[in-house]
């Protein structure tokens, strides 16, 4: 027991028990491991639970102003804006998927054919590149065929993951 004089002259007890651990033995210091024994072992590796402090529920104005945080109202001009740009967005995705499953469906029937015939599946098609003043790029490269097929797949789905990546009803 502890007893201390307050200021105004009254005696105050405190009930604290004295500390009657051993600091030191045998002039060595007595680490806590050694002072709690096997038992605070096996209790240290254990996870132990914390009893968590109950949360005060926010107030309506607290969960108004985060959710007015979260997303501004938008005006009729914006609202309008937005509808349109995902407008676009979508038509370009359903074109982007048009020609990935355009790709794709080609290689299979190339696939196919190629089976049948033991050769390179592009080894019968042509690739033409055409302008508007009608100068042309024309290959039957099966090698090329194929890298441009790969490149164009491979751009394709980039782009489709960009812009579905854009597709938000959030500014």
């Known amino acids: ?18 500390d009657k651990t051993p600091k030191f033995v045998a002039g060595n210091p007595v680490n806590e491991v050694s002072k709690k024994g096997e038992e605070a072992k096996a209790m240290d590796t254990k996870p132990q639970a914390t009893p ?15 959710f007015q945080l979260e997303q501004p109202a938008l005006n009729l001009e914006q609202t309008l804006k937005k509808i349109k740009d995902l407008s676009r967005l979508s038509n370009q995705r359903e074109k982007l998927i048009g020609t990935i499953d355009n790709l794709e469906s080609f290689e299979i029937k190339q696939e196919d054919e190629a089976e049948e015939t033991n050769l390179n599946h592009f080894q019968r098609c042509e690739l033409k590149i055409t302008d508007d003043n009608g100068n042309t790029f024309s290959t039957k490269n099966p090698f090329i065929i194929n890298e441009v097929a790969s490149s164009i797949k491979k751009l394709c789905t980039d782009k489709l993951a960009e812009v579905e990546g854009q597709i938000s009803l959030t500014l």
Do not use: D, F, R
């Open 1 to 18: 027991m502890e007893t201390k004089v307050t200021e105004n002259g009254q005696a105050k007890v405190n009930n604290v028990k004295a």
């Open 52 to 66: 968590e402090a109950p949360k005060a529920e926010p107030t309506k104005a607290e969960i108004k102003s985060h």
